[in-house]
Every structure is written in C-alpha cells, then in structure tokens.
C-alpha cells in the first residue's frame, strides 16, 4: 500500500516537473526567436522633480509583444534570460533602443532628459561592461550624463568587485543609481564607498505613508541618510497627493508613480509629456 502512495506522489512530482520543464524550454525558444524578430518594446515612465514639478527623466522598461501571448511584463521573461544567458543581448538591445529613443527626443527639440535603463546582475558581471556601454553610447550618439543605469544592492555584494565596476562605469560619464533600495541587504557602511548618485525607494516602502507607520519612519530615514551622503533620492510607486505631499515635506527631489502616468510607449510619452506641460 505505501509503496503504491509513493510511486504515485513521484508520478504526479515527476509529470509536473516536466510540464514546468516543457513550459520553460518553450519559453526559452520564444526568447530566441524573439531576440531575432524583434518583438521586444521599451515602455517609458517620467520621473519628476518634487520642486519644479519638471520631468527630469524616464525610466525605460522592457515589455515583449508575443506573438501568441500578447504584451507580456518583464517578470515573466527577464528571470528566465537571467538564468540562460539570453539577458546579455536583450540588455544591449535595450540599451540601445533606449540611448537611440533619447537621441531622437533631443533632436527633435524636447528639453533634455535623464534616460534610466536597469541593469540585471549578469550584465554587470558582464566582461569589459564599460567598453560595450561606451560603443553604445558613441554608436547612438547619446550624451553620456543623460544615461543613468540602474543596479540593485544584490550586485553589491562582492565589494570590491562593485566599486571597481562602478568606477569604470563613472568614467564614463553616466549616473548610477541603487534600484529598490530598502529591500536588499547592502551594508550601509559601503554605501559612501560605492560611487553611486542617488537611491531609489522601493515601491513596497511607499505604499503606506500614513503618519507614523513604519514605513513613513523607513523613508524619512533613508532621505535624510541620503542627504548626509550627498545622493539623490528618488520615491518609486507613488500612486496618491498624499504619497506626494508626504515625500515632499521630507525634501524628497523625485518621484515616479502611476500618479504621474503607467509606462507607456514611445508616441504615447510624447502626447502626455505636451498635456503636462500644458497643464502643470
Ligand atoms: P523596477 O526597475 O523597479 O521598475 C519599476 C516597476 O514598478 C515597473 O514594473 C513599473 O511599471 C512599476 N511601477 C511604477 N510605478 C508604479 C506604481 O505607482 N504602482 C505600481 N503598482 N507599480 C508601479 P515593470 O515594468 O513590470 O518592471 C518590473 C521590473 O522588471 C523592473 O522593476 C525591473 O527590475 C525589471 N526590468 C524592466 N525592464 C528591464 C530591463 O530592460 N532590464 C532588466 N534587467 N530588468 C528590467
Ligand atoms: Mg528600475
Ligand atoms: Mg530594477
Ligand atoms: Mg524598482
């Protein structure tokens, strides 16, 4: 009897096990062809001053129009390209279609903004990182100190390694910025070692701003330590006045949030950047 039990629960184990396994080699063959075919998308979303009300940037976020599957959101792609490799083309794709998208905004006369593209983990262990950046950079003809790149605390980690990356990547004349910060465990006593301009505040520390709660006591203590340490901050997630007024009683210099707009593609940006305008 407990034999048969236990030969069932391997069967069940054993044919989800290859579900999942089929769903992730279909996946990943979709990847390849996608890489090729160029079905990915950048959507755009404004991060805004918090005293001029100015648009100084955008963050570029990558989506995937799938031929079957409509428009899929990173976190059901990047994972797996983290895990197979496939990131290291996506992610120059993604830088370039972003420094190219920026270019063109300039020259069509739009005041200049910052473009924010994040980096995964893969990429910033990638090989001559700076280098590949730096084509990039000169290929597309973006000026460098409008480029920022995002990294996370989990690429910090091996210290030594980070802020010799870092560094190479100062050089060059970009920003650098620690995404979802709150949520990793960066030491804070390396923070002033790593040759970062500014922090963004994880959406999950924003959410519930009410006087008092822990999270309001987490986001004032990260905008006053990133005072101290001369980093910007940014505010993720804002969704509500009340978010706003509470980030900006705290001198906080920018926000990104539905608040503002979703992201939203190219030729959308353009319209709802000309009514902000308008209207602000
Ligand atoms: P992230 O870099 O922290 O990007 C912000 C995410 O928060 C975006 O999700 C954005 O749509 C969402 N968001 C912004 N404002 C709000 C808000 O007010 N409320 C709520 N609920 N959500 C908001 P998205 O586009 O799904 O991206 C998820 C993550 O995927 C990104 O988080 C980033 O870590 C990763 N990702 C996106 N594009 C790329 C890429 O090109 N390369 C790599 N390596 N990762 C990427
Ligand atoms: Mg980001
Ligand atoms: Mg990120
Ligand atoms: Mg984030």
């Not at 830088?95 to 200049?112: H, V």
């Amino acid at each position: 009897y407990t034999a048969k039990v236990h030969r069932n629960e391997f069967q069940s184990y054993h044919s989800e096990m290859n579900q999942t396994t089929r769903d992730k080699l279909r996946l990943e063959s979709d990847l390849r062809k996608a890489l090729e075919n160029e079905q990915f998308t950048l959507a755009y979303q404004p991060l805004v001053n918090l005293s001029t009300g100015r648009i100084v940037g955008v963050e570029a976020l990558v989506r995937w129009q799938h031929p079957q599957r409509g428009l899929l959101p990173p976190g059901e792609f990047i994972p797996l390209t983290e895990e197979n490799g496939l990131i290291l083309p996506l992610g120059e794709w993604v830088l370039k279609a972003a420094c190219k998208q920026n270019k063109a905004w300039q020259d069509a006369g739009m005041p200049p903004m910052r473009m924010s593209v994040n980096l995964s983990m893969r990429q910033f262990r990638q090989h001559k990182l700076a280098d590949r950046i730096k084509s990039i950079l000169e290929q597309t003809g973006m000026p460098p100190e409008y480029l920022e790149l995002e990294i996370t605390e989990s690429m910090t980690s091996d210290v030594e390694f980070a802020i010799d990356t870092l560094s190479n990547l100062k050089a060059l004349g970009v920003q650098i910025s620690i995404d979802d910060f709150g949520t990793g465990y960066s030491s804070l006593g390396y923070l002033k070692r790593f040759p970062v301009d500014k922090l963004k505040i994880d959406r999950s520390f924003v959410t519930d701003l009410t006087e008092g709660s822990s999270d309001a006591a987490i986001v004032t203590t990260i905008t006053s330590m990133a005072r101290h340490l001369k980093l910007k901050v940014t505010a993720e997630g804002v969704e509500n006045d009340d978010q706003l007024r509470f980030l900006r009683e705290r001198n906080c210099e920018e926000a990104q949030g539905y608040y503002f707009t979703k992201p939203i593609p190219a030729n959308l940006f353009e319209h709802w950047y000309k009514r902000y305008l308008q209207t602000a």
